[in-house]
T-cell receptor, first 112, second 110 residues
Framework: KAGVTQTPRYLIKTRGQQVTLSCSPISGHRSVSWYQQTPGQGLQFLFEYFSETQRNKGNFPGRFSGRQFSNSRSEMNVSTLELGDSALYLC???????????FGDGTRLSIL | QKEVEQNSGPLSVPEGAIASLNCTYSDRGSQSFFWYRQYSGKSPELIMSIYSNGDKEDGRFTAQLNKASQYVSLLIRDSQPSDSATYLCAVDEGRRALTFGSGTRLQVQP
Protein backbone atom coordinates (compact mmCIF):
# COMPACT_ATOMS: atom_id res chain seq x y z
CA LYS A 1 0.00 0.00 0.00
CA ALA A 2 1.49 3.31 -1.06
CA GLY A 3 2.16 5.85 1.65
CA VAL A 4 1.53 9.57 1.69
CA THR A 5 3.12 11.20 -1.35
CA GLN A 6 4.25 14.82 -1.31
CA THR A 7 5.55 16.79 -4.25
CA PRO A 8 7.87 18.45 -4.85
CA ARG A 9 10.49 17.25 -2.35
CA TYR A 10 12.54 20.42 -2.52
CA LEU A 11 11.67 23.94 -3.55
CA ILE A 12 13.61 27.19 -3.64
CA LYS A 13 11.72 30.46 -3.90
CA THR A 14 12.41 34.14 -3.34
CA ARG A 15 10.60 36.53 -1.04
CA GLY A 16 7.27 37.73 -2.33
CA GLN A 17 6.63 34.73 -4.53
CA GLN A 18 3.92 32.17 -3.92
CA VAL A 19 4.15 28.40 -3.81
CA THR A 20 1.82 25.40 -4.06
CA LEU A 21 2.60 22.08 -2.44
CA SER A 22 0.79 18.85 -3.21
CA CYS A 23 -0.15 15.84 -1.10
CA SER A 24 -1.72 12.52 -2.06
CA PRO A 25 -2.97 10.61 0.99
CA ILE A 26 -2.90 6.90 1.63
CA SER A 27 -5.63 5.20 -0.36
CA GLY A 28 -8.86 5.25 1.64
CA HIS A 29 -7.78 8.07 3.94
CA ARG A 30 -10.09 11.05 3.71
CA SER A 31 -8.49 13.29 6.33
CA VAL A 32 -5.42 15.29 5.34
CA SER A 33 -3.53 17.53 7.75
CA TRP A 34 -0.64 19.88 7.08
CA TYR A 35 2.18 20.78 9.45
CA GLN A 36 5.17 23.10 9.39
CA GLN A 37 8.43 21.99 10.99
CA THR A 38 11.22 24.44 11.82
CA PRO A 39 14.21 24.10 14.16
CA GLY A 40 12.95 26.93 16.33
CA GLN A 41 9.21 26.18 16.56
CA GLY A 42 9.16 22.44 16.02
CA LEU A 43 6.13 20.80 14.42
CA GLN A 44 3.11 23.06 14.22
CA PHE A 45 -0.37 22.31 12.91
CA LEU A 46 -1.48 24.34 9.88
CA PHE A 47 -4.89 22.97 8.89
CA GLU A 48 -6.93 19.83 8.28
CA TYR A 49 -9.28 18.83 5.50
CA PHE A 50 -11.92 16.16 5.35
CA SER A 51 -14.24 15.58 2.42
CA GLU A 52 -13.09 18.79 0.74
CA THR A 53 -13.89 20.89 3.83
CA GLN A 54 -11.41 22.64 6.09
CA ARG A 55 -12.40 21.54 9.57
CA ASN A 56 -9.62 23.01 11.64
CA LYS A 57 -6.97 25.68 11.28
CA GLY A 58 -3.87 26.44 13.30
CA ASN A 59 -2.47 29.78 14.27
CA PHE A 60 -0.95 30.84 10.97
CA PRO A 61 -1.55 33.98 8.89
CA GLY A 62 -4.00 34.01 6.02
CA ARG A 63 -1.12 33.73 3.55
CA PHE A 64 -1.29 30.02 4.28
CA SER A 65 -4.23 28.33 2.63
CA GLY A 66 -5.20 24.95 1.32
CA ARG A 67 -7.81 22.89 -0.37
CA GLN A 68 -8.82 19.31 -0.85
CA PHE A 69 -10.17 17.66 -3.95
CA SER A 70 -12.85 15.02 -4.34
CA ASN A 71 -10.19 12.30 -4.57
CA SER A 72 -8.82 13.45 -1.16
CA ARG A 73 -5.64 14.89 -2.66
CA SER A 74 -4.75 18.17 -1.05
CA GLU A 75 -2.77 21.26 -1.93
CA MET A 76 -1.30 23.91 0.30
CA ASN A 77 -0.57 27.41 -0.94
CA VAL A 78 1.62 30.06 0.63
CA SER A 79 1.47 33.55 -0.85
CA THR A 80 3.85 36.49 -0.45
CA LEU A 81 6.63 34.27 0.84
CA GLU A 82 8.78 35.49 3.72
CA LEU A 83 12.20 34.31 4.84
CA GLY A 84 10.58 32.82 7.94
CA ASP A 85 8.50 30.48 5.79
CA SER A 86 11.58 28.39 5.14
CA ALA A 87 10.67 25.04 6.66
CA LEU A 88 9.81 21.42 6.11
CA TYR A 89 6.14 21.17 5.23
CA LEU A 90 4.60 17.85 6.13
CA CYS A 91 1.34 16.33 5.07
CA UNK A 92 -0.31 13.57 7.06
CA UNK A 93 -3.35 11.45 6.32
CA UNK A 94 -5.60 9.37 8.50
CA UNK A 95 -8.80 7.37 8.39
CA UNK A 96 -10.63 9.77 10.68
CA UNK A 97 -11.17 11.01 14.18
CA UNK A 98 -8.52 10.00 16.70
CA UNK A 99 -6.91 7.64 14.21
CA UNK A 100 -3.13 7.80 13.80
CA UNK A 101 -1.80 10.23 11.25
CA UNK A 102 0.80 8.99 8.79
CA PHE A 103 3.27 11.47 7.38
CA GLY A 104 4.69 11.91 3.93
CA ASP A 105 8.36 12.66 3.29
CA GLY A 106 7.68 16.38 3.27
CA THR A 107 8.53 19.31 1.04
CA ARG A 108 11.57 21.30 2.09
CA LEU A 109 10.95 24.93 1.17
CA SER A 110 13.82 27.40 1.15
CA ILE A 111 13.21 31.13 0.75
CA LEU A 112 16.08 33.26 -0.54
CA GLN B 1 -2.21 27.42 24.97
CA LYS B 2 -2.14 23.63 24.88
CA GLU B 3 1.33 22.33 25.59
CA VAL B 4 3.22 19.08 25.31
CA GLU B 5 6.49 18.93 27.21
CA GLN B 6 9.44 16.65 26.59
CA ASN B 7 13.02 16.65 27.82
CA SER B 8 15.12 17.55 24.78
CA GLY B 9 17.98 15.26 25.80
CA PRO B 10 20.15 13.85 24.50
CA LEU B 11 19.28 10.69 26.37
CA SER B 12 22.23 8.35 26.08
CA VAL B 13 21.84 4.63 26.79
CA PRO B 14 24.11 1.65 26.08
CA GLU B 15 23.11 -0.92 23.51
CA GLY B 16 20.78 -3.52 25.02
CA ALA B 17 19.51 -1.24 27.77
CA ILE B 18 15.99 0.12 28.30
CA ALA B 19 15.40 3.68 27.09
CA SER B 20 12.66 5.59 28.90
CA LEU B 21 11.15 8.65 27.23
CA ASN B 22 8.65 10.87 28.99
CA CYS B 23 6.03 13.42 28.02
CA THR B 24 3.51 15.57 29.88
CA TYR B 25 0.55 17.42 28.38
CA SER B 26 -1.63 20.27 29.55
CA ASP B 27 -5.09 19.54 28.09
CA ARG B 28 -7.03 17.22 30.42
CA GLY B 29 -9.57 16.60 27.68
CA SER B 30 -7.06 14.93 25.36
CA GLN B 31 -8.00 11.41 24.37
CA SER B 32 -5.43 10.23 21.83
CA PHE B 33 -1.68 10.04 22.21
CA PHE B 34 1.03 9.08 19.78
CA TRP B 35 4.77 8.50 19.65
CA TYR B 36 6.67 9.24 16.46
CA ARG B 37 10.29 8.57 15.62
CA GLN B 38 12.15 11.02 13.40
CA TYR B 39 15.56 10.35 11.97
CA SER B 40 17.66 13.35 11.00
CA GLY B 41 16.48 14.74 7.67
CA LYS B 42 13.47 12.43 7.53
CA SER B 43 9.78 12.77 8.31
CA PRO B 44 8.11 11.50 11.50
CA GLU B 45 7.26 7.80 11.55
CA LEU B 46 4.45 6.51 13.77
CA ILE B 47 5.63 4.06 16.42
CA MET B 48 2.78 3.77 18.89
CA SER B 49 -0.70 5.05 19.58
CA ILE B 50 -2.42 4.82 22.95
CA TYR B 51 -5.90 5.86 24.01
CA SER B 52 -6.56 4.23 27.42
CA ASN B 53 -4.82 4.36 30.76
CA GLY B 54 -2.23 1.65 31.25
CA ASP B 55 0.36 -0.02 29.10
CA LYS B 56 0.36 -0.96 25.44
CA GLU B 57 3.11 -3.18 24.08
CA ASP B 58 4.27 -3.64 20.50
CA GLY B 59 7.47 -5.60 20.06
CA ARG B 60 10.29 -3.81 21.86
CA PHE B 61 8.13 -0.74 22.46
CA THR B 62 5.77 -0.09 25.37
CA ALA B 63 3.66 3.03 25.66
CA GLN B 64 2.27 4.01 29.06
CA LEU B 65 -0.55 6.47 29.67
CA ASN B 66 -1.72 8.05 32.92
CA LYS B 67 -4.49 10.54 32.22
CA ALA B 68 -4.84 11.56 35.86
CA SER B 69 -1.21 12.67 35.91
CA GLN B 70 -1.34 13.84 32.27
CA TYR B 71 1.70 11.74 31.53
CA VAL B 72 2.71 9.56 28.59
CA SER B 73 5.87 7.52 28.32
CA LEU B 74 7.62 5.27 25.84
CA LEU B 75 9.91 2.43 26.83
CA ILE B 76 12.27 0.89 24.32
CA ARG B 77 13.65 -2.45 25.43
CA ASP B 78 16.91 -3.93 24.12
CA SER B 79 17.86 -0.59 22.60
CA GLN B 80 19.80 -0.76 19.33
CA PRO B 81 22.02 1.84 17.66
CA SER B 82 19.37 2.02 14.92
CA ASP B 83 16.97 3.39 17.56
CA SER B 84 19.07 6.55 17.74
CA ALA B 85 16.67 9.28 16.62
CA THR B 86 14.43 12.03 17.94
CA TYR B 87 11.23 10.77 19.54
CA LEU B 88 8.21 13.04 19.32
CA CYS B 89 5.25 12.85 21.64
CA ALA B 90 1.99 14.02 20.04
CA VAL B 91 -1.40 14.69 21.57
CA ASP B 92 -4.57 14.88 19.51
CA GLU B 93 -6.37 18.01 20.66
CA GLY B 94 -9.41 17.08 18.63
CA ARG B 95 -10.45 17.73 15.06
CA ARG B 96 -7.27 16.17 13.76
CA ALA B 97 -4.85 18.75 15.17
CA LEU B 98 -1.81 17.14 16.73
CA THR B 99 0.21 19.13 19.23
CA PHE B 100 3.80 17.93 19.32
CA GLY B 101 6.44 18.13 21.96
CA SER B 102 9.86 19.40 20.97
CA GLY B 103 11.19 15.84 20.93
CA THR B 104 13.76 13.87 22.89
CA ARG B 105 16.98 12.95 21.13
CA LEU B 106 17.98 9.38 21.93
CA GLN B 107 21.52 8.12 21.45
CA VAL B 108 22.19 4.40 21.77
CA GLN B 109 25.86 3.73 22.31
CA PRO B 110 27.25 0.51 20.74
Amino acid sequence: KAGVTQTPRYLIKTRGQQVTLSCSPISGHRSVSWYQQTPGQGLQFLFEYFSETQRNKGNFPGRFSGRQFSNSRSEMNVSTLELGDSALYLCASSLGEEQPQHFGDGTRLSIL
Amino acid sequence: QKEVEQNSGPLSVPEGAIASLNCTYSDRGSQSFFWYRQYSGKSPELIMSIYSNGDKEDGRFTAQLNKASQYVSLLIRDSQPSDSATYLCAVDEGRRALTFGSGTRLQVQP
